[in-house]
């Protein structure tokens, strides 16, 4: 019971933590007509959190593998808490910068710390509790909208944010409660950062697999409501797109991590990457919006069942006194790919057009599978494992 308590606990400060983003996404709008602030000063407000979230979560992340998960959930959680602060009472760009810079570093401190914890916990359940990772993620991000829709209008701008941070202290406060797991002294890595893990050819594969994963949402969050927009499709297949897209990872994605854990993350998600190319080439191809809308609903049950694999296959492969490194390893490189595959997407669009650039991730995405197996080798085909140690209370 007490780490059940706990896992609950942690999955729910990271669905919190998680609609701090779905928040500010949503607010660009307010922030532009209330302060003034333009387009391309909130692009890079945006853009400051995923680039220190990358930096954290390869450099100060591994920390939590040698005894330092509590103290680095502590800070993660701290300065995500002051970051959320911040952003209710920032009105200016260098404000805005300031407190996205925080909640950047917290998350890339926090979340590799709140996955390792997790993955020793319950080695045995690897794939179904990083399937809850997920659903929490994408969960909370969604929650975001909601957040601001019933609360900015009647409160303001700084509401949304200050009943997050509340939120996140309460939960906070409930976590250094319990007892959390760490590595035995003897047992600690004496790597400093976690890019070493990439010598690890089947670690190096999984992480292939999660950059193909976050080139495809980056490309496609990028260019479905553009898209459907100049294929004069309904106005609600154009808005509602990016939403659909990432519901049946809430509720799929426990049940997808079982299922890659049982018949091996490296196949199931090269599979599914795959079947994914597949989809984003038919994306460039096609023209009738329902055709497309056909595509995009087959498409995002594959996801809701395969896109935890990368998370499986390193957690699977990697040591279990490296977790935080390697999870951190993943997520950033996860990170740093989301933001360049979205811009890259805008300007191919424009430049080369749907179908090129379409075409060009289905590429991308089918060349990084194929390097994935590659890496792989005899690993491509392991199958619900655990961790490869135990890990020490």
């Not at 059940?4 to 007509?33: C, H, N, P, Q, W």
């Not at 680095?72 to 701290?78: C, E, H, P, R, T």
């Not at 009943?163 to 004496?190: K, N, Q, W």
């Amino acid at each position: 019971m007490p780490r059940r308590r706990l896992l609950i606990a942690l999955f729910v400060a990271i669905a919190v933590k998680s609609s701090a983003y779905g928040v500010m996404f949503t607010m660009l709008d307010d922030y532009r007509e209330e302060f003034g602030i333009s387009e391309g000063a909130l692009g890079l407000v945006i853009a400051i959190g995923f680039f220190t979230s990358f930096f954290a979560q390869l450099t100060i992340a591994p920390m939590a593998d040698r005894g330092r998960s509590r103290q680095l959930i502590f800070l993660g959680l701290s300065l995500a808490i002051i970051g959320n602060f911040a952003m209710a009472f920032s009105n200016s760009l260098p404000e805005l910068l300031g407190a996205r810079f925080l909640s950047g570093i917290g998350l890339g401190c926090a979340l590799p710390a709140m996955r390792r914890v997790i993955i020793v916990s319950e080695p045995d359940n690897l794939g179904r509790n990083l399937g809850r990772v997920l659903s929490c993620e994408v969960g909370g991000f969604a929650a975001g909208p909601v957040i601001s829709l019933f609360l900015v209008d009647s409160f303001g701008i700084p509401a949304p944010f200050l009943l997050i941070g509340t939120v996140l202290l309460v939960i906070s406060i409930v976590i250094f409660t319990m007892r959390i797991p760490e590595t035995a002294a003897e047992d600690h890595p004496t790597e400093r950062f976690a890019v070493d893990l990439l010598r690890d050819r089947a670690i190096a594969a999984g992480v292939l697999i999660g950059i193909a994963v976050f080139f495809m949402i980056g490309t496609f969050d990028s260019l479905w409501a553009l898209m459907m927009k100049d294929l004069d499709a309904p106005t609600w297949m154009a808005n509602t797109g990016v939403t659909l897209f990432v519901l049946p990872m809430v509720f799929m994605a426990p049940y997808g991590g079982r299922f890659v854990q049982h018949i091996g993350p490296f196949r199931a998600g090269g599979f599914g990457m795959l079947f994914g190319a597949a989809c984003m080439t038919l994306y460039g191809a096609l023209s009738i919006p329902w055709l497309l809308m056909a595509v995009f609903l087959v498409h995002t049950l594959n996801d809701g069942m395969t896109v935890t694999s990368s998370g499986v296959a390193v957690g699977m492969v990697a040591p279990t006194e490296r977790q935080a490194g390697a999870q951190g390893l993943l997520g950033g490189m996860q990170t740093l790919t989301g933001g360049v595959s979205a811009s890259f997407a805008g300007v191919s669009y424009e430049v080369l057009g749907r179908t090129t650039t379409f075409v060009i991730a289905g590429v991308v995405m089918t060349s990084l599978v194929a390097g994935a197996r590659l890496l792989a080798g005899d690993r491509w085909v392991v199958r619900g494992g655990t961790p490869q140690q135990p890990v020490h209370a």
